[in-house]
């Protein structure tokens, strides 16, 4: 059976969400919601309505699933908990994954919808627990984060910026290797390590580096100006804090997803790219994969 949505008055909605405050979400969030009573969920949402997008050459309404939304419902570990999702171009993702992180917000998944779609649209998932006060807020400063970039530059940005890659690759391969603590592989100048972990599918076969379970990274450029790009493999519980350490370092995440299903322990995998000197991007790494330990 559907589930029954209910548009009622401020006062009517206060008194349905048993312990959550609609009104003062409603304040804080800045944006107008609707109560489910079937699941006690009190429902935001905010249309891209300030940049046009078309995909395969037809403009987009946002209600076609161009528009971002917080759910909020009573907690059991706290007073209430929070999933949402928000419609991002590429400049904005790391902008406001950076203050989701700051305002106690969890990302759980990034990718895309669409194939074709001018300029490109990208799918941030949120969650959290705390007060509902608390979530609230950290979800408006996420989208007030939106509105800021956008209002320096109205149209989404193409590159990331700042000086170009160097056409002749020239990274030295024992610093990152000290740092990272494994061997790797080079080629043209460039430098890659790749770390296996391990996992068992329901098959009963183990899935390990050469399956493709692996964290890797691969170097570019020169020592003072490389680039980085590549993939973290993470348990579930491992996600929140190796994100939480590569944008402390300012490295941009670009993907968070699965590779493979019904694998034991669940991995999740997260792309990402970064731009600076090789031994302070290895530094990064390293860091992350300190966390992960933890």
Same mark, same amino acid.
């Given at each position: 059976?559907?589930?029954?949505?209910?548009?009622?008055?401020?006062?009517?909605?206060?008194?349905?969400?048993?312990?959550?405050?609609?009104?003062?979400?409603?304040?804080?969030?800045?944006?107008?919601?609707?109560?489910?009573?079937?699941?006690?969920?009190?429902?935001?949402?905010?249309?891209?309505?300030?940049?046009?997008?078309?995909?395969?050459? /037809?403009?987009?309404?946002?209600?076609?699933?161009?528009?971002?939304?917080?759910?909020?419902?009573?907690?059991?570990?706290?007073?209430?908990?929070?999933?949402?999702?928000?419609?991002?171009?590429?400049?904005?993702?790391?902008?406001?994954?950076?203050?989701?992180?700051?305002?106690?917000?969890?990302?759980?998944?990034?990718?895309?919808?669409?194939?074709?779609?001018?300029?490109?649209?990208?799918?941030?998932?949120?969650?959290?627990?705390?007060?509902?006060?608390?979530?609230?807020?950290?979800?408006?400063?996420?989208?007030?984060?939106?509105?800021?970039?956008?209002?320096?530059?109205?149209?989404?940005?193409?590159?990331?910026?700042?000086?170009?890659?160097?056409?002749?690759?020239?990274?030295?391969?024992?610093?990152?290797?000290?740092?990272?603590?494994?061997?790797?592989?080079?080629?043209?100048?460039?430098?890659?390590?790749?770390?296996?972990?391990?996992?068992?599918?329901?098959?009963?076969?183990?899935?390990?580096?050469?399956?493709?379970?692996?964290?890797?990274?691969?170097?570019?450029?020169?020592?003072?100006?490389?680039?980085?790009?590549?993939?973290?493999?993470?348990?579930?519980?491992?996600?929140?804090?190796?994100?939480?350490?590569?944008?402390?370092?300012?490295?941009?995440?670009?993907?968070?997803?699965?590779?493979?299903?019904?694998?034991?322990?669940?991995?999740?995998?997260?792309?990402? /790219?970064?731009?600076?000197?090789?031994?302070?991007?290895?530094?990064?790494?390293?860091?992350?994969?300190?966390?992960?330990?933890?």
């Amino acid at each position: 059976m559907a589930a029954t949505f209910l548009l009622v008055a401020p006062a009517a909605l206060a008194a349905r969400a048993g312990s959550l405050d609609t009104n003062q979400i409603e304040n804080l969030t800045g944006l107008k919601g609707t109560w489910s009573a079937v699941e006690k969920v009190f429902k935001v949402t905010a249309p891209r309505t300030d940049v046009k997008v078309s995909v395969d050459q /037809w403009t987009m309404p946002p209600f076609m699933g161009l528009t971002s939304w917080a759910a909020f419902t009573p907690g059991k570990r706290k007073p209430c908990m929070v999933m949402g999702d928000l419609v991002l171009f590429q400049d904005e993702v790391n902008p406001v994954m950076s203050v989701a992180f700051a305002n106690g917000l969890d990302v759980t998944a990034l990718h895309n919808h669409f194939f074709h779609e001018e300029p490109r649209v990208y799918f941030m998932h949120i969650a959290g627990e705390g007060t509902a006060e608390q979530l609230a807020t950290a979800v408006r400063r996420a989208l007030d984060r939106v509105k800021e970039i956008r209002a320096a530059n109205p149209r989404p940005a193409a590159v990331f910026g700042g000086p170009p890659i160097p056409a002749t690759n020239s990274i030295t391969a024992k610093p990152i290797e000290d740092l990272l603590g494994a061997k790797g592989q080079g080629r043209d100048g460039m430098f890659k390590v790749v770390i296996g972990r391990t996992s068992k599918m329901p098959c009963g076969c183990d899935v390990m580096k050469e399956m493709g379970n692996n964290t890797w990274a691969a170097f570019a450029g020169t020592d003072a100006s490389a680039v980085v790009c590549g993939d973290f493999a993470v348990r579930e519980e491992e996600l929140a804090m190796v994100l939480r350490a590569l944008r402390h370092f300012d490295i941009n995440i670009v993907a968070i997803h699965h590779h493979m299903s019904g694998e034991k322990p669940k991995m999740l995998f997260l792309h990402y /790219w970064g731009r600076g000197r090789a031994a302070t991007l290895a530094q990064a790494l390293k860091t992350a994969l300190a966390a992960q330990k933890k």
